[in-house]
């Protein structure tokens, strides 16, 4: 194959590749009802996962800088049982009932249809 004919099929490709159609269906459209539903469901679905994550990280990093504060980081435990923080106490319990939350699912409406 030529080189005049390996750019004019390049250039081809292209070209056709660029072409669109103005009436297509895309998922973000919105146009119907259920598409409205489904993306109003993403929506929250993906902010819900984005803050589990940001409080996921921001406890690894608190927990991180708390240990590298207190300059235990090679010390054995010597079998005595030490009282929690009652601010590591107080996240856990409400970390547990964030989650609990989440987990319940009540029921739901039926649509009509």
């Known amino acids: 194959m030529t080189r005049a004919r390996l750019i004019v099929l390049v250039a081809g490709s292209l070209l056709l590749g660029a ?3 103005q009436t297509y269906q895309s998922t973000f459209g919105g146009a119907a009802v259920e598409n409205r539903q489904f993306n109003t469901l993403f ?5 819900v996962c984005g803050l589990m994550y940001a409080l996921v990280i921001a406890f690894l990093v608190a927990a991180i800088l708390r240990r590298r504060r207190a300059g235990e980081a090679n010390v054995t435990e010597s079998g ?21 939350v989440g987990l319940f699912r ?7 249809g």
């Open 19 to 21: 072409c669109s159609y």
């Open 43 to 47: 929506a929250i679905f993906l902010g």
């Open 80 to 100: 005595r049982h030490h009282q929690s923080d009652p601010l590591m106490r107080t996240g856990l319990i409400a970390w547990s009932a964030l989650i609990g």
């Open 106 to 112: 009540p029921r739901h409406r039926e649509f009509p």
